[in-house]
């Protein structure tokens, strides 16, 4: 709250400022921040007028002291000779503050800014806050009824709040209002003035209410709000094991999602321009946190995902990665100079940020691409709006939590839900600046061409079919080891999964120990101790993923593994695929030239390692290939002629470190800048050329003008 400056003198004017004008998503946010301002500038508002669907008036609740109202002394009279108290409170105040609904959103505007008192030096001492609250006018209740008397009340009362400043009236007139049946605890008080939950910001954030629902229903994340939304449209999560119900995701309205919009706008002027260490500190305070609950988020990944805990964790540190490197932001942002480029003349070039920016994201990754994206984007001194996955949004909602935690002014980071309609609107809205995408080839694809059409930045990775070379010389233990991995990992869930491996020369040679390292994996819940596998996220992916499998069969693939009919004891309803290989696979099976996001490893076989090289760079996807050698040789030979992204040798390819970029190439990556690294930094900031030249100089002399011109 900021200091106030009083006057002992009465006539001496003191500016209590109004709460700027703006647009909130509901009626409750508009009066919480006319609320939080008010008791900055230190006046506290109530409720003049409400028509809850239409309109809302809100005035100066008294309160204060009279300011330029006395009348001089030759004006008084014998009968006006009684002067009021200096802490007199006022009848009316001419501050007034106006919400109305407006195509679905509350714009406020400022009737009347001026007020005709003095601030308030300590806002304990008005009347709000003798008011009760809903506990303790409960409490009253049920003393009333027990025969208690009113001073009994309140010593009862301030046994567990000594600074309840309330008196024997008071409890009178709240056991008045029980009398007559109104328990509407809004009639025992005004706007109570509690300061913001962020430091040094007038929205306030009010804890989520959605996790004590059940099931819970995911919230919009909205000017620092958790805001239940008004769609009557949801998507139930469940648990890929069990099938219960985790949550409820509604689908965002379209004014909610320009309440977000307009909400990232507003808060990108005021995060621009803090300084770039202090988004630094939130951002360590950040990473903190999100170590502090790793648990509880890797919890949730594995429920809502159905990924073993051990995979749960890698997703979040992995994640966290991107936080740390965020947080070396001075080091990574910086601009070039050169001095004297004519006689007097330095140029010079910055890295500003774009303004609002927004990420959709898949379901694989539940923690990691969240962080991939806004970590960065925010840190730069963008605003953010991100989608995450209907599927599994849950732990996006819980870094959102500790981001707000953390410090994250309020409309710094907003959260929005939905599936088509959502990302049409993220690609269409004309005040989003960049937009980055993680998801399937399709999807990419469209919102590619559509966002880009728009005029903004695009970063989409889609898609991917990642292959293994095997050479015969490769180790065999390391490689085995390494495929079952890679693999099966995930149930194959995420987009640097190994999908189809070719060997060079026979597979029968690999076939026997492949299929026992496979068998040794144990399939459960993800949430159970010692997993190897869990269960894919639905039913629609264990279809899709079996439908495959048969294809491949129907098309003349040999199965070597069949994993399709597990059934795991205690979860018999679950989505779970056991480990499933299938051999004599070639490039026109649908198995092989479609995505298949399940446990399922598709071998081949070649003669030649130049003939592997070339199924590798004609499949359509090129996110990444490794080979599996003894010789450096063909190593190198490798790495210089397979066109993917992502190049592994003796090693299945991973996720990169934040200090380097994540790279598909080809059809699995459209747009001009990856993720991470250098290429990251750069995606969410734009370079601003300064040339500047002085007038005066040293010597007297005037600096001639003398610049190349083109």
Same mark, same amino acid.
Request: charged share 25%.
């Given at each position: 709250?900021?200091?106030?400056?009083?006057?002992?003198?009465?006539?001496?004017?003191?500016? *209590?400022?109004?709460?700027?004008?703006?647009?909130?998503?509901?009626?409750?946010?508009?009066?919480?921040?006319?609320?939080?301002?008010?008791?900055?500038?230190?006046?506290?508002?109530?409720?003049?007028?409400?028509?809850?669907?239409?309109?809302?008036?809100?005035?100066?609740?008294?309160?204060?002291?009279?300011?330029?109202?006395?009348?001089?002394?030759?004006?008084? /009279?014998?009968?006006? /000779?009684?002067?009021?108290?200096?802490?007199?409170?006022?009848?009316?105040?001419?501050?007034?503050?106006?919400?109305?609904?407006?195509?679905?959103? =509350?714009?406020?505007?400022?009737?009347? @800014?001026?007020?005709n008192?003095e601030?308030?030096r300590?806002?304990?001492?008005?009347?709000?806050?003798?008011?009760?609250?809903?506990?303790?006018?409960?409490?009253?209740?049920?003393?009333?009824?027990?025969?208690?008397?009113?001073?009994?009340?309140?010593?009862?009362?301030?046994q /567990?709040?000594?600074?309840?400043?309330?008196?024997?009236?008071?409890?009178?007139?709240?056991?008045?209002?029980?009398?007559?049946?109104?328990?509407?605890?809004?009639?025992?008080?005004?706007?109570?003035?509690?300061?913001?939950?962020?430091?040094?910001?007038?929205?306030?954030?009010?804890?989520?209410?959605?996790?004590?629902?059940?099931?819970?229903?995911?919230?919009?994340?909205?000017?620092?709000?958790?805001?239940?939304s008004?769609?009557?449209?949801?998507?139930?999560?469940?648990?890929?094991?069990?099938?219960?119900?985790?949550?409820q995701?509604? *689908?965002?309205?379209?004014?909610e999602?320009?309440?977000?919009?307009?909400?990232?706008?507003?808060?990108f002027?005021? =995060?621009?321009?803090?300084?770039?260490?202090?988004?630094?500190? $939130?951002?360590?305070k950040?990473?903190?946190?999100?170590?502090?609950?790793?648990?509880?988020?890797?919890?949730?990944?594995?429920?809502?995902?159905?990924?073993?805990?051990? %995979?749960?964790?890698?997703?979040?540190s992995?994640g !966290?990665?991107?936080?740390?490197?965020?947080?070396?932001?001075?080091?990574? +942002?910086?601009? &070039?100079?050169?001095?004297?480029?004519?006689?007097?003349?330095?140029t010079?070039?910055?890295? &500003?940020?774009?303004?609002?920016?927004?990420?959709?994201?898949?379901?694989?990754?539940?923690?990691? $691409?969240?962080?991939?994206?806004?970590?960065?984007?925010?840190?730069?001194?963008?605003?953010?709006?991100?989608?995450?996955?209907?599927?599994?949004?849950?732990?996006? *909602?819980?870094?959102?939590?500790?981001?707000?935690?953390?410090?994250?002014?309020?409309?710094?980071?907003?959260?929005?839900?939905?599936?088509?309609?959502?990302?049409?609107?993220?690609?269409?809205?004309?005040?989003?600046?960049?937009?980055?995408?993680?998801?399937?080839?399709?999807?990419?694809?469209?919102?590619?061409?559509?966002?880009s059409?728009?005029?903004?930045?695009v970063?989409?990775?889609?898609?991917?079919?990642?292959?293994?070379?095997?050479m015969?010389?490769?180790?065999?233990?390391?490689?085995l080891?390494? !495929?079952?991995?890679?693999?099966?990992?995930?149930?194959?869930?995420?987009?640097?999964?190994?999908s189809?491996?070719?060997?060079?020369?026979?597979?029968?040679? =690999?076939?026997?120990? !492949?299929?026992?390292?496979?068998?040794?994996?144990?399939?459960?819940?993800?949430?159970?101790?010692?997993?190897?596998? @869990?269960?894919?996220?639905?039913?629609?992916?264990?279809?899709?993923?079996?439908?495959?499998? +048969?294809?491949?069969?129907?098309?003349?693939?040999?199965?070597?593994?069949d994993?399709?009919?597990i059934?795991?004891?205690?979860?018999?309803?679950?989505?779970?695929?056991?480990?499933?290989?299938?051999?004599?696979?070639?490039?026109?099976?649908?198995?092989?030239?479609?995505?298949i996001?399940?446990?399922?490893?598709?071998?081949?076989?070649? %003669?030649?390692m130049?003939?592997?090289?070339?199924?590798?760079? /004609?499949?359509?996807?090129?996110?990444?290939?490794?080979?599996?050698?003894?010789?450096?040789?063909?190593?190198?030979?490798? +790495?210089?002629?397979?066109?993917?992204?992502?190049?592994?040798?003796?090693?299945?390819?991973?996720?990169?470190?934040?200090?380097?970029?994540?790279?598909?190439?080809?059809?699995?990556?459209?747009?001009?800048?990856?993720?991470?690294g250098?290429?990251?930094?750069?995606?969410?900031?734009q370079?601003?050329?300064?040339?500047? +030249? =002085?007038?005066?100089?040293?010597?007297?002399?005037?600096?001639?003008?003398?610049?190349?011109?083109?």
């Open positions: 709250m900021m200091d106030i400056q009083s006057s002992s003198e009465l006539n001496e004017t003191t500016h *209590m400022l109004p709460p700027p004008p703006g647009t909130f998503v509901d009626r409750e946010e508009l009066i919480q921040y006319v609320g939080d301002f008010a008791v900055s500038q230190g006046y506290v508002v109530t409720i003049k007028q409400s028509k809850r669907d239409k309109v809302v008036v809100l005035g100066c609740d008294r309160g204060g002291v009279y300011r330029n109202r006395r009348k001089s002394i030759e004006e008084s /009279s014998a009968e006006h /000779s009684r002067k009021r108290k200096t802490g007199s409170r006022l009848t009316n105040c001419p501050f007034e503050a106006v919400g109305k609904k407006e195509d679905g959103l =509350w714009v406020l505007t400022i009737k009347n @800014g001026t007020h008192h601030p308030l300590d806002i304990s001492e008005h009347p709000s806050a003798r008011r009760f609250t809903e506990s303790e006018v409960l409490l009253i209740k049920e003393m009333t009824e027990a025969g208690f008397k009113p001073r009994q009340i309140l010593k009862r009362l301030r /567990s709040n000594p600074e309840l400043l309330s008196t024997p009236k008071h409890v009178y007139n709240v056991k008045a209002k029980l009398r007559q049946g109104n328990m509407n605890v809004r009639n025992f008080k005004s706007l109570r003035p509690e300061k913001s939950a962020v430091r040094n910001n007038y929205l306030a954030v009010i804890e989520p209410s959605w996790r004590q629902r059940n099931p819970p229903r995911v919230p919009n994340l909205i000017g620092g709000r958790f805001v239940d008004q769609s009557y449209e949801s998507i139930d999560i469940l648990n890929p094991a069990s099938q219960q119900v985790v949550s995701v509604p *689908m965002t309205t379209d004014e999602f320009k309440a977000a919009v307009f909400s990232a706008k507003r808060a002027s005021s =995060w621009r321009n803090m300084p770039i260490t202090t988004r630094q500190r $939130i951002m360590f950040f990473q903190e946190l999100i170590h502090r609950d790793i648990d509880k988020i890797a919890m949730n990944i594995s429920t809502e995902h159905g990924k073993t805990l051990r %995979d749960a964790y890698g997703d979040v992995r !966290l990665e991107v936080v740390e490197h965020a947080c070396g932001m001075a080091n990574l +942002q910086k601009g &070039e100079f050169v001095p004297n480029v004519s006689n007097g003349i330095d010079y070039s910055i890295r &500003e940020p774009l303004g609002v920016c927004a990420g959709i994201c898949p379901f694989d990754f539940p923690a990691m $691409i969240p962080l991939w994206m806004f970590p960065i984007a925010v840190t730069c001194g963008n605003t953010f709006i991100l989608k995450p996955s209907e599927k599994d949004p849950g732990a996006a *909602m819980v870094l959102a939590e500790l981001a707000i935690e953390a410090g994250i002014p309020n409309g710094v980071l907003n959260i929005v839900h939905g599936t088509n309609d959502i990302v049409k609107a993220i690609c269409d809205d004309g005040d989003i600046k960049a937009v980055s995408f993680v998801g399937s080839d399709t999807v990419g694809a469209y919102v590619y061409a559509r966002a059409t728009k005029g903004k930045r970063q989409s990775n889609i898609g991917a079919k990642n292959h293994a070379v095997i015969p010389d490769a180790r065999e233990d390391a490689t080891k390494a !495929l079952v991995t890679a693999g099966f990992g995930a149930a194959g869930q995420k987009c640097t999964a190994l189809a491996v070719v060997f060079v020369g026979s597979f029968k040679q =690999w076939e026997d120990k !492949l299929v026992e390292h496979a068998r040794a994996l144990k399939v459960n819940a993800g949430t159970e101790p010692d997993t190897d596998l @869990g269960p894919v996220i639905n039913k629609q992916a264990k279809e899709h993923t079996c439908r495959l499998v +048969q294809k491949g069969v129907e098309s003349g693939a040999k199965l070597v593994l994993g399709r009919n059934v795991v004891p205690g979860y018999e309803h679950g989505n779970f695929i056991g480990p499933t290989i299938l051999s004599d696979v070639t490039v026109d099976m649908e198995c092989y030239k479609e995505e996001l399940g446990p399922v490893l598709l071998c081949m076989e070649v %003669d030649r130049q003939e592997a090289i070339n199924i590798v760079n /004609s499949n359509k996807y090129g996110t990444g290939a490794s080979i599996f050698t003894t010789s450096s040789a063909a190593a190198r030979k490798f +790495q210089t002629e397979v066109e993917v992204g992502q190049v592994g040798i003796n090693v299945p390819i991973s996720v990169s470190l934040p200090f380097s970029s994540f790279i598909s190439s080809r059809p699995s990556f459209v747009g001009d800048l990856n993720f991470d250098r290429a990251g930094i750069q995606f969410y900031t370079i601003k050329t300064v040339t500047k +030249q =002085w007038a005066d100089s040293l010597d007297g002399d005037e600096t001639p003008l003398e610049m190349p011109c083109a």
